[in-house]
């Protein structure tokens, strides 16, 4: 399995290299900012400008990668020559999943740092209320699986651009559960709902499929 995902990550380098270059951008840009205003004013977590930068790549990036992902498995019959070999299709499809898991959660990573390091580190009268923050964490992560499952769908087009335009075309479709319900429970269950149908979707299309 571990063959199987480095295999993954080295198919898809640029893609990996991309998300921590604009990941480490966006940590430099606020920090940045925070000391130009010289702690002028206590910040209460990540602005909502560069959050929503930042998230907007993630989403963006997560269905290319998704599609990227198995289109190239496809056109290039990839798995069609692994299964020859001592694996299955089931680790095959999973190491793709993990693979995908790993850059997202290597993209959420320094939003989720810079956040507890500001609630950690910036005095405040009354206690850090840290629910909120989680939630937006939360929300974003689920929202950027169901982005990433939605790409893994697109991979099956016959087109590498129709694969990865349509992805990022339908990608902003999702970001309508989180404006109608916000960062809530319900928005949650919705998203994650959504991640589940597409994944189990995916794997009996994987499953079943000539490859």
Known sequence: MLALIK???EDHWLIFVLGAIVAVLL????IWNIVIQQHAITPLGIPALISGWY??????????????????DLSQKKSSFLVTLATTRQRILSAKIFAGLLWIVMFLSPMLIVDAALFTVFPRLAPPEITFPLEIISITFLASLCCYM???QMGWQTNRRS???GSIILAPLLLSVIVIKGFSVQAAIILALLALTMFIRTW????STSL
């Open 163 to 165: 694969a990865v335009l």
């Open 7 to 9: 295999r993954e990550i």
């Open 150 to 152: 939605l790409g893994l």
């Open 204 to 207: 009996q299309k994987f499953m």
């Open 55 to 72: 998230s907007g790549c993630l989403l963006l990036l997560s269905a290319v990668l998704g599609a990227t992902q198995m289109f190239s």
């Open 27 to 30: 940590t430099f840009v606020f």
